[in-house]
């Protein structure tokens, strides 16, 4: 099954539309939580396809899911503008959150087996630990931030932090089996 | 993983969740190297696939992407796959005689802490068609470690309103690419943009970085520097709009800066 990053590679137009139909949303979700001013946001979506058309040729479905080579390119640049910014997203309690995922971003990660088996991965996880891991990927969060909101000491944070990711780059290199969103 | 090297691996998991300063990313390049270990999207990814799990998890109802931004997406790739890509149109800068120079400026508009600065002298050269362009040659470079990306400020003056960019550049390789989008055309017969490259670390004065072109249709351009000093930190870039073939002094305006500070 050929992915769309390996049709745009190949040269197919068709993908681009495909691409930016099926993955503009979650990429536009991840934008507004690491950016709060939408200006920003749309800014750096636009910024972060533009590099995906520059990477597609790079991406190995081997490595990882569709989705999740778009999610790290997206995280990537995103990290770095607010980086820039100075400025980290808003750390509201997690009960008090708003909601963040769009329509378009929950359908092509609940499409995604990768993401599915993730989710499982982490759920092994105890609580403390998915909260942590959650307000650091998730929610963009600094380590110091987290300790500070939660009160875990901020060594346990980091511990907790490189666990939880080796985790779940186990579960990443577990027997794939295509995104459906790759069709 | 590196598990006998826990400094390496703190480092590898800030870069996945937060990002690092310069003085980080300079470190974890020097450890992969001292430790001989190649460096792995391992890591980005998994927090990236963490991220996507905690969104399924998340609130959800968010608002969609705007259907203008959808349609500005379609236009961006419209235009970085078609057959003439503007952005390698405008790639060689015009190499200058006296690149080899200092040119001192002397910016009647520079406050005392600009004319503390110097520029780099941005020779430029012509691409070999066996090279990478300059896009894939930029792109490169952003992944190599210690690059930094200063964004261009919005300009102030009203013909430069909409220009967008940014300047990557790297110290360790004295390498570097300018992004402009939304420059105004020039007529090279009339006028001639310059390019200048501030490191204070370096010298107290401004030096001469070369001229260069946009044409029409050129929407985005990418330019590489080609530094003949090195350059250890550069603190600013900056274009301004002179006779043909430049200036020695200028007196600005600076049109479009982009400030590492």
Known sequence: MTTILERIAAGDRDAVAACIETYSGLVWSLARRFLPIEADAEEAVQEIFMELWNKAGSYNPEVAGEVTFISMLARRRLIDRRRKLDREPASEPLDEMQPALCEDGQRVLEASAETQRVLGAIETLKPEQQEVINMSSWLGMSQGAIAQQTGIPLGTVKSYINRGLLRIREALGEPARPDKASS | MNEKHPLLQELLVLRATEGLDEDQARQLARLLQDEGIE???????????????????????????????????????????????????????????????????????????????????????????????????????????????????????????????????????????????????????????????????????????????????????????????????????????????????????????????
Do not use: C
């Not at chain 2, 691409?127 to 990478?132: G, H, I, V, W, Y």
């Open chain 2, 39 to 261: 460096d792995s999207l391992d890591l980005e990814l998994a927090a990236a696939a963490a991220s996507n799990a905690f969104a399924l998890r998340s609130a959800k109802g968010a608002e969609d992407a705007p259907q203008h931004l959808k349609d500005q997406l379609m236009q961006d790739a419209d235009r970085f796959f078609a057959e003439d890509p503007v952005d390698d149109r405008v790639v060689p800068l015009r190499p200058r005689a006296a690149v080899v120079e200092e040119r001192r400026l002397n910016w009647g508009w520079a406050t005392a802490a600009v004319l503390a600065m110097v520029l780099l002298v941005g020779g430029i050269v012509n691409r070999d068609p066996t090279m990478p362009t300059a896009s894939e040659a930029r792109n490169a470079l952003l992944a190599v470690e210690g690059t930094v990306t200063v964004e261009w400020a919005p300009p102030e003056t009203a013909d430069y309103a909409s220009v967008r960019g940014d300047v990557v550049w790297n110290d360790e390789r004295q390498e570097g690419y300018m992004l402009l989008s939304g420059m105004p055309v020039n007529d090279p017969g009339v006028t001639q943009y310059q390019l200048w490259v501030v490191d204070p670390a370096r010298d107290a004065n401004p030096v001469d970085g070369g001229v260069f072109d946009i044409p029409a249709g050129a929407r985005e351009v990418i330019i590489p520097i080609d530094a003949k000093l090195a350059v250890r930190n550069p603190a600013a870039f900056a274009i301004t709009r002179e006779k043909p073939g430049g200036v020695v002094v200028s007196d600005g305006p600076l049109l479009v800066v982009a400030s590492a500070g």
